[in-house]
């Protein structure tokens, strides 16, 4: 069987060598005996070959043998690209792979390969380091509008730090990303060519500063020439080396002349890859004062050379530099800064050599090419594995907190382990748009990815479900939908003036717009082939919506694993002290907080240390201040407001009890995890609470809005506090580990399999 091909293109390749082309040469060198690499890179001289064959790999070369060549590549290299499949089908091997690296032209060769060929797998390494603001805006918005158009193409992406991640999910992209760095090869400049690091300078007495830089504006280096001159005051024997060149270079030995160091500053220009190493074990610091950063390779291969490092808190560099442990920060664009840190390594060479040691142990765990490409082997491995395409249409996505966030990351987190490609079609990205406009460019955002896909994910009945059934009916493909909740229920509750609960809102008619909202939700659940709920009670609920039982999966959620802090820890953090009441929840009519701020008046009387705590933000926010207001419990009653989850599981940990008064539940992550953080609990029996809690088994189960049967709740667990932990909170931990993650992904996979 012929092994899998992988078309990689890039811009430039050898011998135009920058840090894309080295992880380029690096990892395809170690997984040669794995895959079959085709290089499409732009030509751009005569003198360079069309077809080449190094290190195992095929260079192709395409072009006019010009400087523009690089705007042919999209086309030329499309072409390429098909040539290859062909070529590979007639041998029987599978369609082959795109990788693009970097936000380049290269990469809309991969675009353009998805547009006609959208079954094609295509994974995205982005490598750009010109800065975020360039990123956006640069070319008049050609290079952010490129980017996001190869996001919405990729099935995959890599970055190389984690500044690279979070512009990825700032332009959209929710779905599969890994953090892959560059690496060095560590052996080579730990001791490069059986040299010792024994030179010239140790004869002579120079400190020999040194970059290695690309002359361009983005890295800095009038900045490193103008700290070379203040250094000099301090330090006559000092001397700069800049390695590289670019179109800046001319201007920079200006700036050398005009600050008087044309003579201790020397441009050594392009060199060899292998005779780097060799010139930074001559030099005393490294430095890199960089405006802008991808992630630096230069700083991981001075590391691992035994220089000691200075840059900026840019980009990238923050993962290779932790102040004082790897190396030292300076600011951008302030050379007496700049200076100030090389001055510091110069004089306390034991505070230098200390934070080399540091250094070469994190480039030995974190920049290894044998682990990198490692990780990228898997990555290709996973996608030529997959069997089905899935659009997951989702509403919100993280950052956005809240119980289907968590949900869709999960799904393309694990779905591709189990041969799935996962594309994304996030509604929160058209969310500032006019109604109306949003919901059509959303539909128009779920067709796009739908090409080429063998089903759609839809996470909820209207926003997404919507839009979402449109496309599969208009595309013939299966609909899955996962329904959480009766949204126009909830929708009528917040904004038409509904009074009632759930149940009773299914049994009644109400206005237009209601009436609306219920018609849509319940079309597009018809128009799916299966609904998954994620309780029994749901499930009721959607048949009574007109939904045939047999086409409804009860498929419970996952709650997230957390090992809880101890409680005197989380009070400690949280500063809290006598008997604690925890509530969460969004902030709305149905979750009761009214009654509980309404009991503590009598509660303190009996319990005067009381206090209430509720975690959550929402509409009700404000009625609920004035009530904490009117009642003078400003010192019992505290609105916590939304509050990121490991600050949440503070607050359930450090807790005496957790109190859940609602009047609906679908299936609760907050009550899910109260069990697992090991606090009592007194809620409801709405919704798909008894699911999770049994009366006196698992927890306390009071009415929904019952003062009485809430009051003696309380009292009852602040003084059988210690009897509960052994018996009922013993019990709720146990139950709650049999929500794993692992399970929800498998029954998942195995209905959008039966599709």
């Known amino acids: 069987m012929p092994k899998p091909i992988i078309v990689v293109f890039s811009t430039s390749y050898v011998p135009f060598v920058g840090g894309a082309e080295i992880a380029i040469q690096e990892t395809v060198r170690r997984l040669a005996p794995r895959f079959d ?31 523009g060549d690089k ?30 690296v970097d936000i380049s032209h290269g990469a809309l060769a991969g675009v353009l390969i998805k547009l006609l060929a959208p079954r094609t797998r295509f994974i995205l390494t982005v490598q750009y380091g010109e800065g975020e ?19 919405a193409r990729a099935d995959a992406v890599t970055a190389i730090s984690r500044s690279l991640t979070a512009a990825v999910r700032g332009a959209g992209y929710c779905g599969p990303l890994r953090l892959i760095p560059n690496g060095v090869d560590a052996v080579l400049f730990q001791n490069p060519g059986g040299q010792k690091a024994d030179s010239e300078k140790k004869r002579n007495s120079e400190k020999i500063v040194i970059t290695v830089s690309r002359l361009v504006h983005k890295n800095g280096i009038d900045s490193f020439i103008r700290a070379i001159a203040e250094v000099r005051k301090k330090t006559p024997e000092i001397r700069g080396i800049i390695i590289g060149d670019g179109p800046e270079r001319r201007h920079l030995m200006a700036v050398a002349r005009e600050t008087g160091v044309a003579d201790i500053v020397s441009f ?19 430095v890199r004062p960089s405006r802008s950063e991808g992630m630096g390779n230069a700083f991981v291969e001075a590391l691992a050379a035994g220089v000691p490092i200075v840059g900026t808190r840019v980009g990238g560099i923050p993962d290779i530099i932790t102040e004082g ?18 001055s510091t390594l110069l004089e306390y060479p034991d505070r230098a050599a200390m934070m080399v040691e540091n250094g070469r142990e994190h480039v030995a765990q974190n920049f290894s090419w044998d682990a990198i490409a490692t990780a990228y082997g898997a990555l290709f491995a996973q996608c030529f594995a997959v069997r089905r395409t899935v659009v997951v249409a989702a509403g919100i996505f993280p950052p956005d907190v809240g119980g289907p966030a968590t949900y869709a990351e999960a799904l393309i987190d694990a779905l591709p382990a189990e041969k799935f490609v996962v594309r994304v079609a996030y509604f929160g990205a058209f969310r500032r748009l006019p109604p109306g406009v949003r919901h059509l460019r959303y539909l128009v955002a779920i ?38 909740g009766d949204y126009a229920w909830e929708q009528s509750v917040q904004r038409f003036g509904v009074t009632g609960l759930l149940d009773e809102f299914l049994e009644k008619k109400y206005g237009v717009r209601v009436e609306f909202l219920r018609r849509l939700e319940r079309w597009s659940a018809r128009r799916a082939r299966i609904v998954i709920v994620p309780s029994e009670y749901l499930k009721t609920v959607v048949v009574r919506w007109g939904v045939e039982k047999n086409r409804i999966r009860v498929v419970h959620n996952a709650f997230p694993v957390f090992t809880p802090s101890s409680r ?20 709305v009519l149905w979750k009761g907080f009214e009654l509980l701020i309404g009991l503590m008046p009598e509660i303190v009387r009996e319990i005067p240390d009381a206090r209430l705590i509720i975690v959550g933000s929402g509409p009700d926010a404000a009625r609920l201040e004035e009530k904490i207001t009117a009642l003078h419990l400003g010192r019992v009653v505290m609105l916590a407001g939304a509050v990121p989850h490991e600050v949440l599981v503070r607050y359930l940990a450090g807790g005496d009890t957790f109190l859940l008064n609602t009047g609906y539940e679908g299936m609760s992550h907050v009550l899910a995890e109260a069990m697992r953080a090991g606090i009592p609990i007194v809620t409801t029996s709405a919704g798909g609470n008894p699911e999770l809690i049994r009366d006196g088994e698992t927890g306390i189960v009071a009415g929904y809005n019952d003062g009485a049967a809430w009051h003696a709740a309380i009292l009852r667990v602040h003084n059988e506090r210690e009897i509960l932990r052994r018996t009922t909170v013993v019990r709720a931990v146990a139950s709650v580990r049999r929500f794993s993650r692992e399970r929800m992904i498998r029954e998942t996979a195995d209905i959008l399999n039966s599709l």
């Not at 442990?325 to 200076?339: K, M, S, Y």
Request: proline share 5%.
């Open 325 to 342: 442990v790897t190396g030292l920060f300076a600011r951008v664009d302030e050379p007496a800064d700049i200076a100030r840190c090389v």
């Open 37 to 67: 690499f085709h290089i499409v890179t732009a030509r751009f001289r005569r003198t360079l070959p069309r077809h080449e064959v190094r290190d195992g790999m095929v260079i192709t070369r395409v072009g006019l043998s010009v400087s």
């Open 133 to 151: 603001e360039r990123l956006r805006r640069g070319r008049k918005g050609f290079i952010g509008a490129a980017f996001r158009l190869m996001l």
């Open 268 to 286: 050594i220009g392009e060199v060899p890859y292998e005779r780097i190493p060799v010139l930074l074990h001559d030099a005393d610091v490294f």
């Open 71 to 100: 705007w042919l590549l999209p086309f030329l290299g499309a072409r390429q690209f098909f040539m290859i499949a062909r070529s590979a089908r007639r041998q029987g091997a599978v369609r082959p792979m795109v990788w693009g």
């Open 568 to 587: 005197d820890e989380a009070r400690a953090k949280l500063d809290l002290s006598g008997f604690v009441l925890i509530s969460a929840g969004r902030l």
């Open 447 to 484: 067709a796009m990815q739908a090409c080429g896909a063998d089903s759609i994910f839809a996470q909820d009945p209207v926003s997404v479900g919507v839009p979402a059934a449109l496309v599969a009916l208009f595309l013939r493909k299966p609909l899955v939908m996962k329904i959480v």
